[in-house]
């Protein structure tokens, strides 16, 4: 199986900063590497966020003090793990690309270190906007204590579908 590397991020409002970022890394030996960070929302929290996307993550405590902070771990954990990895999003513009930017833009990946290509899975119409309706046709199992949007859960909703989507 060729290696996985999942993300997803939580923003304040569909085009609003990240304030928290999960990770799921399926390598080619069957292990895994995860990673969760949150930090605190900059700004008045969006209602939708407010509603939908908070009560998912009562159990993520802030890691960091600030967006930078997290984004600056975040990107050590991309870098230590990329080599060799299908680089795989949800529905990733604009949250999950303006992460990928803003690690550009403050010199926490260089110009070629971006992920190429990056994999946008809800270009495969199986899947579409769903992982979860696709997992659960397919009879796929996330052995995950979460639901959607908790960026650790989808991160793993995702190489989930993809896998199965690629016969990994």
């Known amino acids: 199986m060729r290696k996985?590397?999942?993300f997803d991020c939580e923003t304040n409002g569909l085009w609003g900063k990240a304030f928290s970022i999960g990770a799921v890394v399926y390598n080619e030996d069957g292990t895994t590497e995860t990673f969760i960070a949150r930090c605190p929302i900059d700004g008045e929290v969006n209602e939708w966020v407010k509603g939908s996307v908070l009560p998912n993550m009562t159990d993520i405590?802030?890691?960091?003090?600030?967006?930078?902070?997290?984004?600056s771990a975040f990107a050590q954990f991309y870098l230590a793990h990329k080599k060799g990895a299908d680089i795989i999003v949800h529905v990733g513009l604009p949250v999950e690309a303006r992460v990928l930017i803003d690690m550009h833009d403050k010199g926490f990946i260089g110009d070629w270190e971006a992920p190429y290509p990056l994999i946008d899975i809800s270009a495969f119409p199986q899947i579409g906007t769903s992982c979860d309706t696709y997992n659960k046709l397919n009879g796929i199992k996330i052995d995950f204590n979460g639901t959607m949007h908790n960026p650790l859960y989808d991160s793993i909703s995702a190489a989930k579908a993809y896998a199965h989507l690629m016969g990994k």
């Open 4 to 6: 996985i590397f999942s």
């Open 61 to 71: 405590a802030i890691t960091h003090n600030d967006y930078d902070a997290m984004l």
